[in-house]
């Protein structure tokens, strides 16, 4: 049960309840995380802008490799919603039970090339508390193994995404 009282559908905003409706018609639920983001519209809308440009829109990185991130990163914080949550995205964003068992796993288990596993443990890195000491030269190792600025900056910032959304799960203690 979450720390804190979460919002039903009929206590939402109107803004909010028209994202929800639709989810409400299809699952016949909101998940925790969503409520969550329901108790304010800023932070609401934010997040879900954050969600839909860096996770579903089309972008420089495969939804493999975004998918990848967001299980490795939920699995780093110990967020078990967000790992069960992208499970299923993953799933159906067309990642193969094979390579979500991988990616659960860790890196060193993911069937692929030494490329992705390079820019994968990057983002692992680039979550610690640390990231602060990430030198220059880590950065140039991806760019010289043929990532564009675009994708590290992307790669990382969904690497912060998952930092943030654990975070809120994890305080808040959803999906306990």
């Known amino acids: 049960m979450a ?67 967001a299980l490795l990163i939920s699995v780093e914080n110990g967020c078990k919603m967000c790992v069960d949550v992208h499970k299923g995205i993953a799933k159906m964003l067309g990642l193969s039970d094979e390579r979500i068992e991988e990616v659960l796993k860790g890196v060193d288990a993911i069937n692929t090339d030494d490329k992705e596993k390079a820019l994968l ?16 030269s880590e950065i140039d190792a991806l760019k010289d193994m043929g990532y564009s600025d675009v994708q590290i900056v ?18 808040f203690a959803l999906g306990q």
């Open 3 to 69: 720390h804190i009282k979460l919002p039903e559908f009929e206590n939402m905003s109107p803004a909010i309840q028209d994202r929800a409706r639709p989810i409400l018609e299809k699952t016949g639920k909101l998940g925790e995380i969503f409520k969550l983001m329901a108790l304010d519209d800023k932070i609401y809308f934010a997040t879900d802008g954050m969600i839909q440009k860096y996770l579903l829109d089309e972008t420089t990185l495969s939804y493999d490799i975004k998918e990848s991130i």
């Open 121 to 136: 443990n990057f983002c692992i890195r680039a979550s610690q508390k640390d990231n602060y000491k990430v030198l220059k």
């Open 154 to 171: 992307e790669a990382v910032a969904i690497t912060g995404y998952f930092n943030y959304i654990n975070t809120l799960s994890n305080v």
